[in-house]
């Protein structure tokens, strides 16, 4: 493949690992894409934030925004 990567863990893998809680970034596709990935791998999301002021307070997959 390509000889000069030499990262052998994915990032999914590195996320399962981590300590630090998992926070999604918008409120889209995307998102949910990234959050079914999570299930699939047994990560877990911490909550889910949005720079826009009007989405603020509501909800988005379970998570107050």
Known sequence: MLDFIIEKTTCWEKLQNETKPIYIYGMGDGAMKIM??????????????????????????????
């Open 36 to 65: 079914s990935v999570f299930r699939k791998y047994g990560i877990k999301t911490k909550g889910v934030f949005a720079s826009d002021d009007f989405v603020r307070g509501h909800y988005f997959a379970g998570f107050k925004v």
